[in-house]
Structure formats: structure tokens, C-alpha cells
């Protein structure tokens, strides 16, 4: 008996897709292969997944279809149902094939123009529309003004005329089809500016859709570049260095001062302390110790750790946000598309009545053939919907060059057309709200010495640790001009806080657990537990003979946040909702601040984006955020907002700098 095979997987990164109908374009070229059972392209990813039964079809089939129906394959991961282990990277100079993707940061914008030959191709019809036109204004002979819009109409519909051919060998007919068919009309009747500025003006609008989802979709290979491609891990009795993609859950990985976790794991020795704003948006890095839960791309700050590994490379926390970030992305169509959809329905019919047109009464009334063809490429033109085509393009720029000189960029025509329905607002705290770094909130000393002392006590100590904490002690010793005094044998205890003696007396500055490991009695437990209540952090001062004082402090709020709910809610926006993955207290206390009276706390990025699709529920919503994160819930927010400085959350949509 024969076993029907299992099923191959393959992931190819698609170049040269300009829309949504290119994508749709490859998903039927591809269909139309024996042995394919389901085709997925992701115009905004740029990504296709195509399933595909190995003993009918091959791998170098699929790539051939793709570069037959003009497009490139920049790069490949294989995977199959029994296999998900990852490949090296290699190059296929015979296919043109990436396994890796490339970790370059995006071109500038003046980059992309010159050297993408997109961009190029419309720079160049611009030149020639604009030199025809000259031509035209100096009455100079009719037939030079045609040579450069012809050598405009060349150049921008290349690519469009290239498109419709292939849709129409596929037996499926686009706006491409019909924009070059209309524009060679326009060319026959002598309309040929016209037909120079409606191609050049079509060629500019997909080439910044060409642009700005390639920023996207560097934006989600740089968040995939968070985690070290290598990682140091202890076997047998050894420690070696080893790509992640190769480490296996339960192995133990070694991580010192400095470097960024490789894999989500949990704490097995060492004391240390995290920062996890990257996948937490806590802006307080973590103490971590024996017990603790370590995430892939967070960095490990001052102290050794051993962890053993709980998920491999393609299952971390990282690797989730990326999926749920390409998810979103996928699930949602752009309103610019919606000419193209129109199109496979209205291109057909156009072309058969001008068809008939041309036909019909020449054959059933004898009249003369060349009038009606005229006519029926008189109606092609006209039918042409130039206003359709022109204005998505023409409204994207103008919105663009308008907002940028007010500080804002927007990444397209929809998110224009979203803002002005938005009913719900929801926020991200650290970075947004807040400042993103802990500030002194209040000294409080215990009765033995002053305020005053207390902070310079802990400033003195804190001055040599690199803690933000100890930063923010510093600096506001600093602000109220301090001497600071330098201390003898500084000790730095991971995860707990610092030792040091002024003269023979030895003063600590650290967390609770420093003061219960030294037996230092903490006889003012309703006070910390006030300060924790009001969403600080408490650092507590004191000696071997008992604590002195505590500083709380706490995330500053942005000096215009308060302003700018108010100003929401007097334009009209009823409902702001915070969401955080910051402790509830911490929440609670910020959006009293602020004057927001619903938020959810204590939220990884998944669960960001859940309180995100909930709120799309109940109407149209909008995201504001600032790290990465917030990547997935700005991704599927009706619009995102993000507050400028991070590149990774700078390209779901939009920015404010």
C-alpha cells in the first residue's frame, strides 16, 4: 500500500511587488501547478508560504514560476511538517536565493530614490514629463515635446505594462491591463500628455507603497535581530559558543555583564539584573534570581547567570512577537487596494464593450471599421478611472509633504482616512506617557540623619554603579549640589544593591532582599508599603546597625502627557485606555495622573494585542507606542501611532517626533 507523502512547506521572501494585485498574481500562477495545495502571499510582509507535494512538483519549479511571472526570491527558510530545524545560510547564485535575511539597516529616503530602479524609472518620467511640457510651452516642432513624454511613458509603464501581461496570461485581467491599454489609446489619439502624467502618476503611487512597506519589513528583520545569532552553553565540562538555532531546551546558557539573552529561560545560579523593556516595556530593569524567568533579547546588566533553556530560537517571546506582528500585518488590506479588487471586475467588462464597440456595428450595420475602433479606444480612455488612479497617489503625498513639515510622518493614504474615526485611543505607559527613566519622587529618612543625608549617602555609593536606579540617585544630588564623597572597599552585590564603608562604618544601598540577607531589621514596612502602593520603587539606605532612610522613585510622567489627554477629550475622544506590562500599582497611579480612567496592567505583548482586538470589537481604535513591545498591538490597532526614536515601532504606520 502507498503512503501519501506528507506535505512540504516552503517560505520564500518575494521581491518586486509593487501591490495587492501583484500578490494575488503570484498566489494564482502558483495555484495552476500540479502538486500545490495552498499558496499564501503576504504583500505587506513581502513573504509567500506555499505547500506543495515534493514527489509532483520541486522547489526549482516554484522558483522558476515566480521568476516567470516577473518577481524575485530574496530569500528562503525551509520547513516541513517533521522538520523545523533551521538551514545555514547559503547563497544560490542559480535562483538568486538569500537563506538569511539581511540584517542591513534600511536605505535613507534620497537612497532608495536613486538607486531602486522603481524609484529611478519615476524620477526619469518626471524628466520627461516635465521637458515635453517645456517643449510644448516654447512652441517648439509637436514631434519633440512626444519624444519625451513617449520616452516618460516608456520608462513608468515598463513595469505597469509588464504587470497586466502577466495578469493576462494568468487568463485575469487588472488595473495594469487596463491602464496600459489606455494609455497606448491616449498615445493613438494624439493625447500623448495624457498619457505621460496619468502613467508617471500611477508608477509614483506603487512605488511608495513599494517603499514604505519595504521599511516595514526591515523594521521586523531588525526586531528579529534582538537575539544573539550565537550563545555560550555549558556541556559536559565545558562552555562553548553555538549558533542559538542549534541549542535545545533544558541545555544551560551562560550569560555575563553586557550581553542580551539568547533564549526565554529560567534563572538556575546567579544574581543579576535585567533590562526588559524591549519585550515588557518596563522602563526599570528586573533583579533576577535562582527561580526567575529570563526573555530572549533582554540584556543582562551587572552579574553572571546560569539558565536553563525553556523554548528554542522559533518558539521565544522574541520569535512570538515577530509572528503576531506579521499577523497582524497580513490580516488587514490597506484602502488604497481597493482600486485593484474593483478592477477585477471592472476591467473585464471595459475591455469587452470597447470590444463590441469595435465590432459590432461595422459587422451588423456595415459601418466603417476605423471610426468605431477609434471610438472604441476613445472609450477606453475615458473609461480609464484616471480620478481613481490618480488621486490615492496624489492625496498620499500631498498629506505626506503637509504633515512632515508639522513633525509628523505617516506611513500611507490609510492611516489619513482611519484617523478621522477613531473612537477609542489606547496607550502604552513607559516611553509614551512616561518618560522611560526612573526620577527621584521623595527622600525619607527614619530619624537617625536628614533627608539631605540620606541621598548623599546613597549618591555617594551609587555613583560608581552603572543601575539606571543609581543614575537617577545621582543625579538628583547633582541637581541639589551635592558634594558627593568617595567611599572605600565598593562592593556591588547582583540583584541586591552595593556595600561600601565611610571610614570604618559599612552602608548599604539596595532592595529588600539586601537588607533581609544582612539581618538589617525593616522596621518601617508600612512605609515601603505605602511608597509600592503609589507605584515606586523604594531603594533603601542604611548600616549594619539599622536603616537610615529610603528614596522612592518611579517612572517620570511626560511633561505635555496631561495636556494631551485633555486636549484629546475636548476634540471629542471619550474613551483612553492605558496598557501596560507594568505593575498594576504602577498603572493605577500613572493614569490618576494623567486624568485616564481605564487601564490594564501587567500585559506581555500578546496580551496587548488581545486587549487591542477586544477594543476593534466596540469600534474604531487607535494604538500609541513607543517600543518593541508594542510592535503587535500597533500592527493590528486600526492606526498606530508611534512617538518617534525606535525604528522597530516607528514602521507599523505611523509617527509623531
Known amino acids: ?137 516654447l512652441a517648439l516642432p509637436i514631434w519633440i515635446a512626444r519624444t519625451f513624454y513617449g520616452i516618460g511613458i516608456v520608462i513608468a509603464g515598463y513595469p505597469i505594462a509588464r504587470a497586466g501581461l502577466f495578469e493576462l496570461r494568468l487568463r485575469r485581467a487588472d488595473m495594469n491591463l487596463l491602464m496600459t491599454i489606455s494609455v497606448i489609446g491616449a498615445v493613438i489619439l494624439g493625447d500623448w500628455f495624457e498619457g505621460a502624467l496619468v502613467v508617471f502618476l500611477f508608477s509614483l503611487g506603487t512605488t511608495l507603497q513599494v517603499f514604505t512597506f519595504g521599511r516595514t519589513r526591515n523594521a521586523i528583520r531588525a526586531l528579529m535581530d534582538l537575539t544573539p545569532p550565537t550563545a555560550s552553553v555549558k556541556r559536559g565540562n565545558r562552555e562553548v559558543t553555538v549558533p542559538v538555532e542549534s541549542i535545545q531546551i533544558g541545555e544551560i546558557l551562560t550569560i555575563r555583564p553586557g550581553q542580551r539573552v539568547a533564549l526565554d529561560g529560567i534563572v538556575l545560579t546567579g544574581n543579576s539584573t535585567i533590562d526588559q523593556s524591549p519585550i515588557t516595556g518596563e522602563s526599570i530593569p528586573e ?168 541621598l548623599l549617602i546613597a549618591a555617594s555609593l551609587e555613583q560608581q554603579s552603572e543601575h539606571p536606579l543609581a543614575k537617577a540617585i545621582v543625579v538628583k544630588a547633582l541637581q541639589q549640589e551635592m558634594e558627593l564623597e568617595t567611599p572605600e572597599n565598593f562592593t556591588a552585590l547582583p540583584g541586591k544593591g552595593i556595600q561600601a564603608n565611610f571610614g570604618e562604618l559599612l552602608y548599604f544601598v539596595g532592595n529588600r532582599r539586601l537588607f533581609t540577607d544582612k539581618e538589617i531589621p525593616l522596621f518601617e514596612e508600612s512605609l515601603l508599603a505605602e511608597i509600592e502602593q503609589f507605584g515606586q520603587i523604594p531603594v533603601l539606605v542604611g548600616t549594619t546597625n539599622g536603616l537610615l532612610g529610603a528614596i522612592a522613585l518611579s517612572d517620570g510622567i511626560r511633561l505635555e502627557a496631561t495636556e494631551a489627554m485633555r486636549q484629546l477629550k475636548r476634540v471629542g475622544l471619550k474613551q483612553l485606555v492605558m496598557l501596560t506590562g507594568d505593575r498594576a500599582a504602577v498603572a493605577k497611579q500613572i493614569a490618576q495622573q494623567v486624568g485616564i480612567t481605564e487601564y490594564q496592567a501587567q500585559l506581555l505583548p500578546e496580551d496587548k494585542l488581545k486587549a487591542i482586538q477586544q477594543l476593534r470589537s466596540e469600534g474604531v481604535v487607535g494604538m500609541v507606542g513607543d517600543g518593541i513591545n508594542d510592535a503587535p498591538a500597533l500592527a493590528a490597532a486600526d492606526i498606530s501611532f508611534a512617538v518617534g526614536g525606535i525604528d522597530i515601532a516607528l514602521e507599523p504606520i505611523f509617527r509623531t517626533q
Open 1 to 137: 500500500m502507498t503512503q501519501t507523502p506528507s506535505l512540504k512547506t516552503q517560505q520564500v521572501q518575494v521581491g518586486g511587488m509593487d501591490c495587492g494585485s501583484c500578490a494575488k498574481t503570484i498566489e494564482v500562477g502558483l495555484e495552476q501547478i500540479a502538486g500545490v495545495s495552498e499558496v499564501s502571499v503576504s504583500f505587506a510582509t513581502g513573504r509567500l508560504q506555499v505547500s506543495y507535494d515534493p514527489l509532483q512538483v520541486s522547489e526549482a519549479t516554484i522558483y522558476d514560476r515566480i521568476k516567470a511571472l516577473g518577481y524575485t526570491v530574496e530569500q528562503s527558510s525551509v520547513a516541513s511538517s517533521h522538520d523545523h530545524t533551521d538551514s545555514c545560510c547559503h547563497n544560490h547564485s542559480d535562483r538568486a536565493v538569500q537563506v538569511c535575511p539581511p540584517t542591513q539597516n534600511p536605505d535613507p529616503t534620497w537612497k532608495f530614490w536613486l538607486s531602486n530602479r522603481r524609484g529611478q524609472s519615476v524620477i526619469l518620467a518626471g524628466i520627461g514629463l516635465v521637458l515635453g511640457l517645456v517643449t510644448q510651452h
Open 287 to 454: 533583579d533576577k534570581a535562582p527561580g526567575d524567568t529570563v526573555f530572549a533579547g533582554t540584556l543582562n546588566q551587572i552579574g553572571f547567570l546560569e539558565v536553563k533553556v525553556t523554548h528554542i530560537k522559533s518558539d521565544t517571546t522574541v520569535a512570538k512577537i515577530v509572528h503576531l506582528v506579521e499577523q497582524a500585518q497580513e490580516s488587514r488590506a490597506p484602502s488604497q487596494q481597493w482600486v485593484d479588487r474593483f478592477a477585477e471586475v471592472y476591467t473585464p467588462i471595459v475591455i469587452l464593450i470597447a470590444i463590441l464597440i469595435a465590432l459590432i456595428p461595422p459587422l451588423a450595420f456595415a459601418q466603417p471599421f476605423n471610426v468605431w475602433f477609434y471610438r472604441s479606444l476613445v472609450m477606453l480612455v475615458i473609461a480609464c478611472p484616471c480620478a481613481l488612479v490618480i488621486s490615492t497617489p496624489v492625496a498620499i503625498v500631498s498629506a505626506i509633504g503637509a504633515a512632515t513639515r508639522q513633525g509628523v510622518l505617516f506611513k500611507g493614504g490609510n492611516a489619513l482616512e482611519t484617523s478621522g474615526r477613531i473612537s477609542t485611543l489606547a496607550f502604552d505607559k513607559t516611553g509614551t506617557i512616561t518618560q522611560g527613566l526612573p526620577v527621584v519622587q521623595k527622600v525619607y529618612s527614619f530619624g537617625k540623619v536628614s533627608e539631605n543625608m540620606v
